[in-house]
């Protein structure tokens, strides 16, 4: 298995350039079948997310064209078959596919394994949002049969403000005869990415982005082309590196007002930052001290972010914590952290967890446990004393675009072996 080596203390300096969002992509690729015509996706990242997705609409006889950053779909000879475990478990965001499949055919076969190690993640409020929309769902081993006769718009309220639901649902309603409006809904700025995407092919979707979100289904939707957001949550792990490491590195091709919550919590530790158009710039690292995080739907600190500020926090004097509100199982970086010297405790409901700092890092081998602990583990390699190896780096590849490369350019001693 490959693994990453990092040599870590190396002070960083240069542009990093931003890719196309990973949890936008993963939803524009699903909605491309929706249109009937062809469409282009520029600004999309080379993250094997994107692979898997592709073999998916292979599976399905859509038309798939790849070159460096765009892809172009084409859906007019796509067969509507069994989309199997194989395919559907190699990524989550492979449910977008009930959403894209019913709003096209109003029926969907395919197979979801539900659940990932951060927590349980159900589906109960996609599910509960197709049934609205007129679907009736049989579900028997993770493998689901969802149709309608036709589907209908209707008002649907999500006990959870759901990216995921959000957007399947949106998905769902786009052709439905009729209005749909969904209240509570989550208002990432991946949803408006995919709105306007839908938009763009002619659908009629408004107030993408608040938590009222209203679809007037149409019959037809037309090519066009289409661009991905920068990724925030990469964007957000470049920036905590910079605060530890960085001299004159600058952060570019983002939007720092997707990043409000992260760059407050930055500044109250101590971090000096120039914030631009479209990039962020650290001069230089100061002395830091404990804060408090509690993670919360956007446009709060995004959960996605507290684990890779876990290792930033280490270097705050005093006391810190962190407070997960949305998943279940998200601390399991820290043992790892704990490895290289860390000082942590999980509160053993854990949903809190407290991090003592200044404590000096030393290089050691460790393990990635999901995607954003992987992440969490390459930002503490970086500072650490010495070398660190980290294993199950395929959780990693997954989310963050050569991320080996973009490091090496700005001076750090990274490499896959
Ligand atoms: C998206 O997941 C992201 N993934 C996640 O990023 C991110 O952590 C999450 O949103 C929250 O921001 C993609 O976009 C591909 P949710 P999603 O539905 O849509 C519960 C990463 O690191 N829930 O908002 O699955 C669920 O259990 C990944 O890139 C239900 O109870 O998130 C969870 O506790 C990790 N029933 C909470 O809501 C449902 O039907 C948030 O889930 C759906 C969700």
Same mark, same amino acid.
């Given at each position: 298995m490959?693994k990453?080596?990092?040599?870590?203390?190396?002070?960083?300096?240069?542009?990093?350039?931003?890719?196309?969002?990973?949890?936008s992509?993963?939803?524009?690729?699903?909605?491309?079948?929706?249109?009937?015509?062809?469409?282009?996706?520029s600004?999309?990242?080379?993250?094997?997310?994107?692979?898997?997705?592709?073999?998916?609409?292979?599976?399905?006889?859509?038309?798939?064209?790849?070159?460096?950053?765009?892809?172009?779909?084409?859906?007019?000879?796509?067969?509507?078959?069994?989309?199997?475990?194989?395919?559907?478990?190699?990524?989550?965001?492979?449910?977008?596919f009930m959403?894209?499949?019913?709003?096209?055919?109003?029926?969907?076969?395919?197979?979801?394994?539900?659940?990932c190690?951060i927590?349980?993640?159900?589906?109960?409020?996609?599910?509960?949002?197709?049934?609205? /929309?007129g679907?009736?769902?049989t579900?028997?081993?993770?493998?689901?049969?969802?149709?309608?006769?036709?589907?209908?718009?209707?008002?649907?309220?999500?006990?959870?403000?759901?990216?995921?639901?959000?957007?399947?649902?949106? /998905?769902? =309603?786009?052709?439905?005869?009729?209005?749909?409006?969904?209240?509570?809904?989550?208002?990432?700025?991946?949803?408006?990415?995919?709105?306007?995407?839908?938009?763009?092919?002619?659908?009629?979707?408004?107030?993408?982005?608040?938590?009222?979100?209203?679809?007037?289904?149409?019959?037809?939707?037309?090519?066009?082309?289409?661009?991905?957001? !920068?990724?925030?949550?990469?964007?957000?792990?470049?920036?905590v590196? =910079?605060? /530890?490491?960085?001299?004159?590195?600058?952060?570019?091709?983002?939007?720092?007002?997707?990043?409000?919550?992260?760059?407050?919590?930055?500044?109250?530790?101590?971090?000096?930052?120039?914030?631009?158009?479209?990039?962020?710039?650290?001069?230089?690292?100061?002395?830091?001290?404990?804060i408090?995080?509690?993670?919360?739907?956007?446009?709060?600190? =995004?959960?996605?972010?507290?684990?890779?500020?876990?290792?930033?926090?280490?270097?705050?004097?005093?006391?810190?914590?962190?407070e997960?509100?949305?998943?279940?199982?998200?601390?399991?970086?820290l043992?790892?952290?704990?490895?290289?010297?860390?000082?942590t405790?999980?509160?053993?409901?854990?949903?809190?967890?407290?991090?003592?700092?200044?404590? !000096?890092?030393?290089?050691?081998?460790?393990?990635?446990?999901?995607?954003r602990?992987?992440?969490?583990l390459?930002?503490?390699?970086?500072?650490?004393?010495?070398?660190?190896?980290i294993?199950?780096?395929?959780?990693? /590849?997954?989310?963050?675009?050569?991320?080996?490369?973009?490091?090496?350019?700005?001076?750090?001693k990274?490499?896959?072996?």
């Amino acid at each position: 298995m490959p693994k990453i080596k990092i040599d870590g203390g190396h002070e960083l300096s240069g542009t990093i350039t931003i890719s196309g969002a990973k949890n936008s992509v993963v939803a524009l690729i699903p909605a491309a079948i929706l249109c009937d015509e062809t469409v282009t996706i520029s600004n999309v990242p080379n993250i094997t997310d994107v692979d898997d997705l592709e073999n998916i609409l292979v599976h399905l006889n859509a038309k798939i064209t790849r070159s460096p950053g765009k892809v172009e779909i084409n859906s007019s000879d796509i067969i509507n078959k069994e989309i199997t475990e194989t395919l559907s478990k190699k990524l989550r965001a492979s449910y977008y596919f009930m959403g894209a499949l019913l709003g096209k055919f109003n029926k969907v076969d395919m197979y979801f394994p539900g659940g990932c190690s951060i927590g349980a993640r159900p589906i109960n409020l996609h599910l509960k949002g197709f049934e609205l /929309l007129g679907a009736k769902i049989t579900e028997e081993e993770n493998h689901f049969i969802i149709e309608a006769e036709k589907l209908r718009g209707n008002n649907i309220y999500l006990d959870f403000p759901s990216v995921g639901a959000t957007i399947n649902i949106m /998905l769902a =309603a786009v052709k439905a005869r009729g209005k749909t409006v969904i209240d509570n809904a989550a208002q990432e700025p991946e949803i408006v990415n995919i709105a306007t995407f839908l938009n763009n092919m002619g659908a009629k979707i408004r107030g993408a982005g608040t938590s009222t979100i209203t679809i007037i289904g149409v019959k037809y939707l037309h090519s066009c082309f289409h661009e991905v957001i !920068p990724d925030r949550i990469e964007a957000g792990t470049y920036l905590v590196i =910079a605060s /530890l490491l960085g001299q004159e590195l600058k952060i570019d091709n983002m939007i720092p007002s997707h990043l409000e919550a992260l760059i407050a919590k930055l500044t109250e530790a101590g971090v000096e930052m120039d914030i631009g158009l479209d990039n962020i710039v650290i001069h230089e690292p100061k002395d830091y001290h404990g804060i408090d995080i509690k993670t919360l739907v956007y446009p709060g600190f =995004a959960t996605d972010l507290q684990q890779i500020m876990a290792p930033f926090l280490t270097q705050c004097k005093g006391r810190s914590t962190i407070e997960e509100t949305i998943y279940e199982n998200r601390f399991q970086n820290l043992p790892e952290l704990d490895k290289m010297g860390a000082n942590t405790q999980i509160r053993k409901d854990n949903r809190k967890a407290t991090i003592r700092g200044k404590t !000096p890092l030393k290089g050691t081998e460790v393990t990635a446990t999901d995607l954003r602990g992987g992440a969490s583990l390459l930002v503490a390699a970086l500072i650490a004393e010495g070398v660190t190896t980290i294993d199950n780096i395929s959780y990693i /590849l997954r989310g963050y675009d050569q991320i080996v490369e973009k490091l090496t350019a700005v001076g750090a001693k990274i490499e896959i072996i």
